[in-house]
Every structure is written in structure tokens, then in C-alpha cells.
């Protein structure tokens, strides 16, 4: 007897008066069908992965192919040496068909309403024939844990819209990453036709500097609470917002967020505004019921009217153009640094005498960075 074909309840030792064995099944109209789904499935992910050469990425983005995007921002997103000056040369490439849009971040504490918010507005705007890009940064999971997955449940509604583009950004746990990675997205997404994108960012401080240097409107989220909501904000956030939404400003909340909306509009009216001619506005809205929506929008198209005609509009983003160029100069060198040989056997080291007083942190930089500059030449030398 085939031993393969034995059931696993006969017993080793059977001998052959022991006859049982199985014989092959037949396929059932079921498993047919799972099996020739399977097959177009496989097919598809094939054509998918079909592989793409430069002026494929670049004309499909420039054709608005959604699959294509799709890919041209997982080649950008790609660490591997190959990819990256692939994913450069497909930038330059669509360089001259990026900027027009409208860049606008979201921020806030991690449930006060940021993807809903979106949601909302951005189904308002695909109705009037806009095309929207949202790209979701999550600072790696770990303070608002799989909020990415999270989002995209959440924007079920926004996600079936055909105008609309929802990206998660990851970021791997370094701040550096959304700078760079979402910007070459966005800039993707421009070129693809999206004249709205929208970046929402859980608001955890360093994020929100980040994402402010990406975009040229930045809103800052709130809910209602009970009136000690300026301890909760740092003053700095606020400098950075051009509008503060007090969201979920429905049932219950309505007159707490009145006071909330009160208090706010008082403390920015000590803050100097980051942008001419335009004082911070402070609305009550209600994402979920899509109250105050609207009026948003029509903030946010004011604002941009405004700078366009006084001329910030471009001189911001000539500025965050250059400090683009520093920031990766810096993350550049940074990397080269800690990742020396020379740094890495002595840093722990040079730190410790440091916090024992026995060096003052500028010796112990200075001795670090020559201990570099040194490595750096012996492996030149060689
Ligand atoms: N009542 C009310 N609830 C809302 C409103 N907006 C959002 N919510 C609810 O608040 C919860 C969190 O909303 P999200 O949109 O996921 O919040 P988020 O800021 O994107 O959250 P994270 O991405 O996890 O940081 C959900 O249960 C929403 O239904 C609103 O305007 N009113
Ligand atoms: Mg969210």
C-alpha cells in the first residue's frame, strides 16, 4: 500500500490486511471556481507587476493613470540605490507639470477628527469636480497605533469617490521620511491632474513643523473640552496654523465649543500671524454631520486669493523649495556621520564622559566629529 495515501488514524505498523488508503478527490464546482479565480488573479497581479522602464512611470502619471501613480510612488518611497536615481530622473520628469494645486495639511491629536474631517470636505469637493489627493502620514504607528489601516476603513465614503486618490504615507519612524518621501508624493499627485491635496498628520509636535513646511494652508484640529483647552496646545502649533477647526461641534458640544471657539480667537489675537495679510480664523464645524464644511472651503479658496494677489503664496513655496534642498543636505550628512566606523566605536563612550563631567559636550563634539574627518580620509587614502 502507497504509504502517502494513508489516512492518519491507521496505525504504523498495518500490514496489508489493513486496507485502507485514500484515493484522490475530485474537484468540486467550487473549488473549479476558487481555482479559476485564482488564476485570473494571478494573471492581473502579473500584468500589474509588469515591469515599468522611466518614460513609462513618466507618461502614465502625466496620462493621470491611477495604477501608475500608484507604483511611481512605491518606486520613490524605495530605499535601493537603483530605485532612487530611477524615482529622480522620473521627478525631473514631471517637474514642469507640478505646483497646481492646492496644498493643505490637517493636524491634530490623534481622534479629534482629522480623516472624517476629510472625508467631509473632500467628498464635497470631488462633487464639484475636483480632484483630490489625501496623503496620510502616520509617524510609524506607534502613538496612535495603526491609524493608517484605520483611516482607510474610515474613509470608506471618500475612497469610492473616482476623483479621489488615498495614499498612506509611511515614514518608518523617521521624521525625515515625511518630509521627503511626501513631498516627492505630492508632487506626483500634482502631476497626475490632483489640484487639491490634503495631508493629514497626527499632531505630535516635531510632525506638525514638518508637514507645515509641505504645504501652503495648514489646519489644526480641535474638540471641544471643558474650557482648559490652551493648556493642552503648545503656543507654537498655534503660530503655525492659519485656521483652527473646533471639530465634532455638534449635539452636546455646540456651546462648549462656542467657548472653546472664544477662548481660541482671543489667544491668537496676541500670536503673530505667519502670513501676511491674514489672521488665523478660528470655526466651529461638525465633520460628522457636515456643518460648517462649506464655509471652510470658502475660507481656505479666500486665503488663497489673498496670498496669490499680495505674492506669499509663491514666496512661501520658494522658500520651503530651498529649505527642502538643506533638509536633505543635513540628512545626508547626518547619516554619513553616525554611520562612520570611527562615530560609531566611540560615541557611547565620548557621551558618557560627558554626563560624568569629566568633557564639556562642545570637546566631545569636536572630538567625535575629528575622529570622522580622520576615518574619512584613511579610507581615502587606502
Ligand atoms: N460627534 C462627532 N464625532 C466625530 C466628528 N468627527 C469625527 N468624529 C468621530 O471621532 C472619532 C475619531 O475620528 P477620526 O476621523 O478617525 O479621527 P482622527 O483624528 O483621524 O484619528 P487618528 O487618525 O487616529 O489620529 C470617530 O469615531 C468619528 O466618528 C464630528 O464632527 N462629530
Ligand atoms: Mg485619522
Known sequence: MNNKRKPKWVPDNAGEEFATSM??????????????????????EHQKRKKLNLDDYINGVLSKDRTILARAITLMESN????????QNFLKGILPETGNSIRIGVTGAPGSGKSTFIETLGCYLCQRDHKLAVLAVDPSSSLSKGSVLGDKTRMEKLAREENCFIRPSPTGGVLGGINRKTRETMLACEAAGYDII?????????NEIA???LVDFFLLLKIPGAGDELQSIKKGIMELADAIIINKSDGDNVSKAKLAKAEFSRSLHYLKSTTPDWNPKVVTASSLYNM?????????MDFKEITQKNGFFQKRRNQQ????????IREYLETKFYDNKAVRRNLSEIEQQVIEGKLPPTTAAQKLISKFES???ESKDN
Open 321 to 328: 523649495m530651498k529649505d527642502w534642498i538643506h533638509f536633505i
Open 23 to 44: 484515493l484522490k478527490g475530485k474537484l468540486s464546482k467550487n473549488d473549479m471556481l476558487k481555482k479559476e479565480k485564482g488564476s485570473i488573479k494571478a494573471n492581473s
Open 198 to 206: 490634503m495631508i493629514e498628520t497626527v499632531g505630535v509636535g516635531q
Open 292 to 300: 460648517g464644511i462649506a464655509e471652510i472651503w470658502d475660507m481656505i
Open 80 to 87: 535601493s540605490q537603483k530605485h532612487i536615481s530611477m524615482a
Open 211 to 213: 508637514v507645515r513646511s
Open 375 to 377: 576615518n574619512v580620509k
